[in-house]
């Protein structure tokens, strides 16, 4: 089992930047894909950003070159780094990470941009 807990969310106004961070313990496999999703009030989950194992990035249009997603694999960590907020990226923000036996979410951090 894997347990991923997410930080880094809160208010913030439009322009602004926050940190998100997701904090990996518990049976961890070198190799895994870390993807950031999020869901808005009323609308699916969709995903925002993925990182591979070989540390390929790849982004929703919505977060090209506004986000930036990475990872370290020396403290499990992985980070979306997100600039420009928008208020459409008000949403919970969840990590999700992908190991040879099993998928396993966070709890999920909210993300509000509002002036």
């Known amino acids: 089992q894997v347990q991923l807990v997410e930080s880094g969310g809160g208010l913030v106004q439009p322009g602004g930047s926050l940190r998100l961070s997701c904090a990996a313990s518990?049976?961890?496999?070198?190799?895994?894909?870390m993807g950031w999703y999020r869901q808005a009030p009323g609308k699916q989950r969709e995903l925002v950003a993925r990182?591979?194992?070989?540390?390929?990035?790849n982004y929703a249009a919505s977060a090209k070159g506004r986000f930036t997603i990475s990872r370290d694999d020396n403290k499990n960590t992985a980070y979306l780094q997100m600039n420009n907020l928008k208020p459409d990226d008000t949403a919970v923000y969840s990590c999700n990470r992908k190991q040879s036996e099993g998928t396993y979410w966070g709890q999920g951090t909210q993300v509000t941009v509002s002036s």
């Open positions: 518990g049976t961890i496999f070198a190799i895994y894909v």
């Open positions: 990182i591979t194992n070989t540390n390929i990035p």
